[in-house]
């Protein structure tokens, strides 16, 4: 069955980089995107970016180049990275994949709680 | 970016009560939206795509309906688990952008 799981630190300190990883099962990364979404805590969510089955990425330009998403297609893995973080950057990080036909959100990853400390 | 205002932010409803909530889009996003519930801790589980079409699994009290740039999602008969904060996405244009939210709790 489809699978996502996030793995990354829980604390990072300020203006350093954020590292994730995206381990998906149950479906190839040359068929299918794979998207990060992040959610501060008791907010809203905001897409960050995108990892597509050809090998392209495409950016929120709200993240300007602090962001970086590139993959391992033989292990399956997505991996997200950040620079120059904030305490704002303080949210819960998810993959996604979107349905290959209508583009919404069908599987998600259970998400990563990533704490900006000062 | 295409913009999301999602209402209410919060309600309450009673076990059976009709519930309905308003996604409005800044620009026609043509039918490219979708809906999701999430609970707390959990990630968003997607309930409506297409802005009407049902997700396979998700119980048919839940409907989505609208066109142009104002769309709704409705729960025809609110049961304990439908408890949860429901956002609306479009997916027309890049980014994909979401609404605000609405927590919808049992009265």
């Known amino acids: 069955q489809v699978q996502l799981k996030e793995t990354g630190p829980d604390l990072v300190q300020l203006t350093q980089t954020l590292s994730i990883t995206c381990t998906v099962s149950g479906f190839s990364l040359t068929t299918y995107n794979v998207h990060w979404v992040r959610q501060p805590p008791g907010k809203g969510l905001e897409w960050m970016g995108a990892m597509w089955n050809g090998g392209g990425t495409d950016y929120n330009s709200a993240f300007k180049s602090r962001l970086s998403i590139s993959r391992d297609t033989s292990k399956s893995q997505v991996f997200l990275k950040m620079n120059s973080l904030q305490t704002d950057d303080t949210a819960k990080y998810f993959c996604?994949?979107?349905?290959?036909?209508?583009?919404?959100?069908?599987?998600w990853g259970q998400g990563v709680m990533v704490t900006v400390s000062s | 970016d295409i913009q999301m205002t999602q209402s209410p932010a919060s309600l309450s409803a009673s076990l059976g009560e009709t519930v309905t909530i308003q996604c409005q889009a800044s620009?026609?996003?043509?039918?490219?939206l979708a809906w999701y519930q999430q609970k707390p801790g959990k990630s968003p589980q997607l309930l409506i795509y297409g802005a009407s079409s049902l997700q396979d699994g998700v119980p048919s009290r839940f409907s989505g309906s609208g066109s142009g740039t104002q769309y709704s999602l409705k729960i025809s008969s609110m049961q304990t688990e439908d408890e949860g904060v429901y956002f609306c996405?479009?997916?027309?244009?890049?980014?994909?952008?979401f609404g605000a939210g609405t927590k919808l709790e049992l009265k």
């Open positions: 620009e026609d996003i043509y039918s490219g």
């Open positions: 996405q479009q997916g027309l244009k890049y980014p994909p952008t």
């Open positions: 996604a994949r979107p349905d290959y036909y209508s583009g919404a959100f069908d599987y």
